[in-house]
């Protein structure tokens, strides 16, 4: 799910950290991932083109090897790496569509500094998505959309909701009807795409939870970040 490699090739207090060759880290860490003989499905983070090689040039690098399944995806919409792989039934019949989505970088693409806060999947992918999730129900002749999961980089803001919520009843003792814990550890502030307005564009960290809301398909959301 993302930031598969990070060589840092800035500088702090003026000594060089890391290193400016991301592609080739990329293809140390695709050697390993390429050796288990097994398919595999990145998706790229705010990190990995941070180097000599753009964040097309990595995916255009990833679709050339021999296990990986990662597609760029379609040119009219934001991002590199928005595609859809299918499991079937040993009947061919679907079981799940794995649903994988760039969540981009940062709000200002030439930022590597982070300062500019970090992006989100944005509307054109949104429309990509339903509109993905309609076509596997055609293609599949199903009676409801498909039951599917997605994967990403940067959490959608949701999850920020959702660690007020849990906070809130740990501090309150008081159960939120909505919202159910389940089991898991929380050492970290997620962190989501920025909100809010920069170089005078408003940001509203997106809206890709609500169509998920909407549509009823995807049962998790997996990131990384």
């Known amino acids: 799910t993302g930031d598969m490699v ?21 293809q140390m ?28 040039g990595i995916a255009d690098y990833l679709t050339t090897l021999e296990h990986c399944v990662f597609e760029k995806g379609p040119d009219d919409i934001e991002g590199y790496g928005n595609y859809v792989v299918n499991v079937l039934n040993s009947d061919g019949t679907l079981n799940t569509s ?15 500094t982070g300062f500019s806060g970090y992006a989100s999947i944005q509307d054109n992918q949104v429309e990509w998505y339903e509109n993905k999730l309609k076509a596997i129900k055609s293609k599949y002749k199903l009676q ?10 940067i959490p959608v803001k949701e999850y920020e909701t959702a660690r007020q919520l849990y906070r809130s009843e740990q501090k309150t003792g008081i159960s939120n009807p909505d ?39 995807t049962k998790g959301i997996f990131v990384g970040h």
């Not at 998706?43 to 964040?55: A, I, S, Y």
């Not at 794995?98 to 590597?112: K, Q």
């Open 29 to 56: 860490f695709a050697e390993h991932m390429e050796s288990f003989g097994i398919p595999w499905a990145p998706v790229l983070g705010n990190h990995d083109h941070e180097g000599t090689t753009n964040r097309e």
């Open 98 to 112: 794995l649903i994988f989505m760039d969540s981009n970088s940062y709000r200002d693409p030439d930022d590597h």
């Open 144 to 153: 409801e959309l498909p039951q599917s999961l997605l994967f990403c980089h």
């Open 179 to 217: 919202f159910t814990f389940y089991e898991g550890v929380l050492n970290e502030i997620p962190c989501i795409p920025a909100i809010g307005e920069y170089d005078e564009v408003y940001y509203d960290g997106g809206n890709i939870f609500d169509k998920i809301l909407e549509l009823g398909s």
């Open 6 to 26: 990070y060589t840092n090739p800035f500088t702090q207090f003026l000594v060089p950290i890391g290193h400016t060759d991301n592609l080739l880290a990329m």
